[in-house]
């Protein structure tokens, strides 16, 4: 039987792996919708009307600034308070271009797919990395957590194995599920785009990058997915992976943000991670620092910029992933693999509770019932090391006297049958006699023993 199929059908087995799936699934469904019923189909009516409005604000404008042009040779004239709020020259004051009142503000919410698809790329990447990261979490801290880890050491002795055998499993049960999705993805914002937007401008270059953004997306999901099933291993446990990530999202995330922010450290989003995954997805992600103002030749104020590209991106993930991944991998090969206590704990050497029906569990002279497993113990007193199972159990002395026990013969009489026509008669009972049997045979029976001299 191989491992690997047998790993892939446990989790497509596992409620509590549908139910997230499904959940994911109904949360990306929601978005696809909600966008659909937010936009509508621009016509030439529609874009008519907000030519008009533009044209009316631009007038409106033209008047205001008129009369700011009045009151301030006004002000100038009678040399009162108010002519320091204006400038020395009043013909200064003139109102904006027409080019900057553009029809696009005034038209309702559309979706244009050339400009807005790539945004959404976003989301699907970071709704199915968290499902991802909570399954595989659950995936192999509920094996270490019942025990089930220890039990499949016993059928395949190999450790890396097993533990690589499972991620490759996981992986491929994400893959399969996020690769369609995209798809999905990608047909319903097109479907979107058809009846409540535009589809128009879209060249080959455009659907590459698309492309190209979601891969980006899919990695990520694999990414968060690894981590999350390294970080339950090392633990053994579920909680091991997620408390961990609610530490370092609340504690390492926003506490550490507060206190850069406090410090006024320049660019102090380079040193969250959440930046980075946005580069990641968007290939380039500009910080400024208005408090660095560099001055133009022109009297503009311009902020002090620094980028953070997919390249530096891709550096950390890696990294992230190499480490939290060899950790669990060294833990797997090095660690004792010992019963669980109640709890989900892992026992110690020579516990009391562990015994009959614990996994994993050797003592001195008490044999190890497992599931499915043979009676074994250990002398030494030490759990099996790298899955190998305990010792067999020595054979048990045989007792010093024999019991017998007294057959107890049965004597049942036969029915008779009964008279046709006539009354009925009544019948006897069967007889039956029925010896109990003792431990011991009858006093008559015993044998005799020789006197002593």
């Not at 909570?134 to 059928?155: D, H, K, P, Q, R």
């Not at 993930?317 to 991998?329: E, F």
């Not at 046709?420 to 029925?434: E, I, Y």
Request: net charge positive; aromatic share 8%; with cysteine.
């Amino acid at each position: 039987m191989s491992l690997f199929r047998t790993e892939l059908r446990r989790l497509g087995k596992r409620r509590f792996s549908r139910y997230m799936t499904l959940l994911g699934l109904l949360v990306l469904a929601t978005v696809v919708i909600g966008v659909f019923f937010t936009n509508q189909k621009i016509d030439a009516g529609q874009l008519a009307q907000a030519e008009r409005r533009a044209e009316q604000q631009y007038q409106q404008q033209i008047v205001r600034t008129e009369q700011e042009r009045a009151s301030c040779e006004r002000a100038k004239a009678t040399k009162s308070a108010d002519a320091a709020n204006y400038p020395d020259d009043c013909s200064m004051i003139t109102p904006p271009p027409r080019e900057s009142f553009e029809a696009r503000w005034y038209l309702p919410s559309t979706f244009n797919f050339r400009e807005t698809f790539d945004e959404t790329l976003i989301p699907f990447a970071a709704v199915l990395a968290l499902v991802g990261f909570v399954v595989g979490a659950s995936f192999i801290g509920a094996e270490w957590s019942t025990g089930g880890m220890m039990n499949l050491l016993l059928w395949r002795p190999k450790r890396l194995t097993v533990l690589l055998a499972k991620l490759a499993a996981l992986l491929t049960g994400t893959l399969a599920v996020t690769l369609p999705a995209a798809v999905l993805w990608f047909a319903g914002f097109w479907g979107v785009a058809t009846f409540r937007g535009t589809t128009e401008k879209m060249t080959s270059g455009a659907w590459q990058s698309f492309m190209l953004t979601g891969l980006r997306g899919v990695a990520l999901v694999l990414v968060l997915t690894t981590v999350g099933f390294a970080l339950a291993s090392l633990g053994r446990h579920t909680a091991m992976a997620l408390g961990g990530v609610v530490a370092v999202m609340v504690v390492g995330q926003f506490g550490l943000g507060i206190l850069l922010a406090m410090a006024s450290v320049r660019f102090a989003e380079a040193w969250l991670l959440p930046t980075y995954a946005l580069a990641w997805m968007t290939k380039k992600v500009t910080l400024e620092d208005w408090n660095a103002c560099n001055a133009t030749y022109y009297g503009e104020c311009k902020p002090a910029t620094l980028d953070i590209t997919w390249q530096q991106s891709s550096v950390l993930l890696s990294v992230g992933v190499v480490v939290i991944l060899g950790a669990a991998l060294w833990a797997m090969r090095r660690r004792d693999i010992r019963c669980a206590r109640r709890g989900g704990r892992p026992g110690r050497r020579g516990s009391r509770r562990c015994g009959a029906g614990r996994a994993g569990c050797c003592e001195p002279g008490r044999p190890w019932l497992g599931w499915g497993s043979p009676r074994l113990a250990s002398p030494a007193g030490r759990p099996p090391l790298r899955g190998a199972p305990c010792p067999p159990t020595p054979p048990r002395p045989p007792l010093s006297r024999p019991l017998t026990l007294a057959r107890a013969p049965l004597r049942v009489a036969a029915a008779r049958p009964s008279r046709l026509p006539g009354p009925r008669q009544p019948s006897r009972p069967p007889s039956t006699s029925l010896r109990i049997p003792t431990r011991n045979p009858r006093p008559a029976e015993r044998p005799s023993r020789p006197r002593r001299s």
